[in-house]
């Protein structure tokens, strides 16, 4: 999965379409008015697809998207 993927399958689970720009810039906090389903919905997701486990509680050491990316590993994204 390139980044730019990534940052889709983002926008469109936690249905940000029109709402928010995803990109390696856009801020956790943004994404982050989201519900306790919204960050099971991204912990799944990153756990499925890169088989990483993050922690609903390490969303608060990230201010971007692109923090998600360095935690999962540049290496993974093609």
């Known amino acids: 999965m390139t980044k730019e993927e990534?940052?889709?399958?983002?926008?469109?689970?936690?249905?940000?379409?029109g709402?928010?720009?995803t990109n390696a810039d856009t801020s956790?906090?943004?994404i982050l008015e989201i519900d306790s389903l919204g960050h099971i919905t991204l912990i799944s997701l990153i756990k499925d697809s890169f088989g990483v486990d993050i922690k609903a509680e390490d969303f608060s050491?990230?201010?971007?998207?692109n923090d998600i990316v360095s935690k999962i590993g540049e290496s993974k994204f093609y």
Request: proline share 0%; charged share 45%; hydrophobic share 45%.
């Open 19 to 21: 709402e928010l720009e």
């Open 61 to 65: 050491k990230f201010d971007s998207l």
């Open 28 to 30: 956790i906090e943004d």
């Open 6 to 17: 990534f940052f889709n399958q983002v926008e469109e689970l936690l249905e940000l379409e």
